[in-house]
């Protein structure tokens, strides 16, 4: 059994919600957080990077920057590959990095029930790389659309068929909606709006699960309103060559999105602990592993009872109350022992469908529409880090909201153009 | 010799500042307006997201919406292959675009003087590509000299190579400084900032040579306070494997930018007019080819002479100027021999190097320091296009000037993580 003096190396794998949280309550340890990027993603609003409503840099803080004044938190960009509790080291693609107390907060993948070769032609939504390449995608759709004007490729390229019922897939088949039916028809005058098709598909009885019957309802109103075609209990039997079998029926469509499953990393794997079906790690009252206390996981990496006896789900909150819970555990330096098992504290929760439309459910307390949307906006805004960006995901907000312009609809080619191939370009230089 | 009637088909290749400004300035006619990417760049700032001060979306703006208002004009985005005088087509990747008048526009690339192999260790700085990979580039370097921090490749990472003293070069070279030393030394303490060397190489005896001499000597003077080294009479030898060759030295950097010479579309050898060396159309007082009334060609493919009989620069000033003519001639229907020949009004040279760093020369009267800084932010706000993007940009730069903090130092991989490898990523889901 560890138990912790003075000094312990305390590593952190993810600077997601739950990870940062740690290594922000930790002011005086000696922390090290490991990440596959350089920034913390403020993953409630990638969808609106997606759909080219904000910018990266919008919804993503450099690590190093917000650490800046915590000397003692060491950024590390890289892959971690395995925990080894023996040796107590994390292996890196090169090197290790020993630990005393381990946080395990990676974060899931989006999942394909075993049909892993969808993913090819129906894409998920979890990084920055998955939004940026889905926007690019998604305004390239338009602009195939008007080059092969009229012909049946051009309504695949003008269906967008999306995957999963849960928040989202409602907000990305929302704002999807509004930003084809609206935005890109003002654009691309020469495409019928009525050409545009946005598809949800959900395998369970109705959308939005998680919140109480009678909201998910008003939610599927309001997006039947803005034109999306709901179809429930219908599981995806099959996704290729850019078509979804749903039932016996076939959606052509070069926009396949998937919002359905989660896997949590594979790297728990190696933590040699019981997993439940969705990969995640079962961790006791305390947040950790069987025989270790001394080694946490958290977020969506963590199965973890709530009070109604089910497992937290994947959100924010949660991760970030875990993360809290761990910190002050590790401050305390609290035995196994004296310490009170993990207790949620769900303070509601809220599901955008566009705009001055949402959902919101505290406890007994239900809102939609417009008041609804105005606290999802505030909260959003509120969670965001730092001045800068709060100011400039509301104006970004504000002035959607009067132009529907969306503010980043840019594309440009991966590569630079090859030196002395033609290069009708944009080049007046400085 | 043709001569447009009403409905004459104008084809625009190239929307930077010369083919935007030809487009906007028709609101009657028949226009096709064809860049290889969906928006116009605002080049003079391009810079400034490569040092990650500023994100895409705050210097670029989709054509289509650009043209909402303006449904006489037709975006697309296709490559332009070649221009055919006779068949009066230009040729795209897939079928070809007839034309009555056709504004050739398509800027410049930089040019390696015939070594063309040098591009792969020295990128330029020209298209958002560019300013996105040069960013990665720079933000992974710091990470990588974290890693093999005390070695020889260390230094290797903290030495940036600017080639080419002209206003990019010395824009680049200035915001290097300042984000390399400050802020990047606050988020990676672990770095001396003494490490970090930038070295800005120039052929020439002096850096901003299209200035007057006393203000390019001020402009030096900043630059070497700001801790960049400047060598002049220094033509670069050779480039290779991560090094330079300037006279007898040999400079070791893995962070090597071109900014020295330009050479125009090589599309424009199609035209099959006279071209000067940097492959320019040596173009008629009215801005035409030779022997063809209605073909012109403005901004950085041209080579047009001054008051001063020498070729004009290639600044946004000059082809903004050169696009007004171009439509007053196409809107009044101007025959050759009515045409009075283009003239370019210099309303001055502004270049920054740095934060309250500026020099600005209008004919006689010569400034520089914080004046000439606000004069530039003051310029370069107003042309920006539309109210977002000035308020987005004022208030990266209120922020960057008062934090040092660089707005959009973001890195995620340019492909996602396969489903089953370890991803310890932040992926607290929505």
């Known amino acids: 059994m560890h138990n912790p003096t003075a000094h312990k190396r305390i590593v952190i794998i993810g600077g997601g919600f739950g990870g940062l949280t740690v290594a922000r309550s930790l002011q005086e340890a000696d922390v090290t957080l490991i990440d596959r990027t350089n920034h913390h993603l403020f993953q409630p609003l990638l969808y609106q990077v997606a759909t080219a409503a904000l910018s990266p840099g919008d919804i993503a803080w450099p690590f190093r920057t917000l650490f800046r004044s915590q000397p003692n938190v060491r950024v590390m960009m890289e892959e971690v590959l395995s925990v080894d509790r023996k040796a107590r080291v994390v292996r890196l693609q090169e090197g290790q990095i020993p630990f005393d107390i381990l946080i395990v907060a990676p974060g899931s993948r989006h999942a394909y029930f075993g049909h892993d070769e969808w993913e090819s032609w129906a894409p998920g939504l979890k990084t920055m790389t998955d939004a940026v390449q889905l926007r690019e995608k998604m305004l390239l759709a338009f602009e195939e659309a008007d080059r092969s004007r009229g012909t049946a490729i ?226 959003h805004i509120f969670f965001l880090i730092g001045l800068r960006n709060r100011a400039r995901v509301m104006l970004e907000w504000i002035w959607y909201y009067v132009t529907f312009k969306p503010g980043a609809a840019l594309l440009f080619p991966r590569e630079g153009p090859p030196l002395e191939t033609p290069s009708p370009r944009d080049d007046s230089q400085t």
């Open 154 to 379: 051009a309504q695949e390229y003008l269906t967008f068929v999306i995957v999963g019922g849960g928040p989202t897939g409602v907000e990305l088949a929302g704002s999807l909606a509004e930003i084809g039916k609206r935005a890109m028809s003002k654009d691309f005058p020469t495409l019928p709006p009525e050409a545009l098709s946005i598809i949800l598909v959900e395998a369970g009885p109705r959308i939005l699960s998680g919140f109480d019957p009678e909201l998910s309802a008003k939610a599927a109103q309001a997006l039947v309103r803005m034109g999306v075609t709901i179809k429930l209990n219908s599981p995806v039997r099959a996704i290729e060559n850019d078509t979804v079998r749903v039932g016996e029926e076939s959606i052509p469509s070069r926009n396949i999105i998937w919002a359905a499953g989660n896997r949590a990393s594979s790297l728990l794997k190696s933590l040699s602990a019981p997993q439940d079906a969705y990969g995640r790690i079962k961790v006791r009252a305390d947040l950790t592993i069987p025989d270790d206390p001394w080694i946490f996981v958290i977020g969506d990496a963590a199965h973890c009872l709530g009070s109604d006896r089910k497992p937290l789900p994947g959100v924010a909150p949660v991760a970030i109350q875990q993360g809290r819970y761990v910190a002050n555990l590790i401050v305390q330096r609290l035995v196994p022992e004296r310490r009170a098992p993990f207790a949620y504290k769900d303070r509601g929760m809220l599901a955008t469908i566009g705009r001055a439309q949402a959902i919101a459910q505290f406890s007994s307390f239900h809102i939609s529409g417009l008041l609804a949307w105005l606290i999802w906006c505030f909260v």
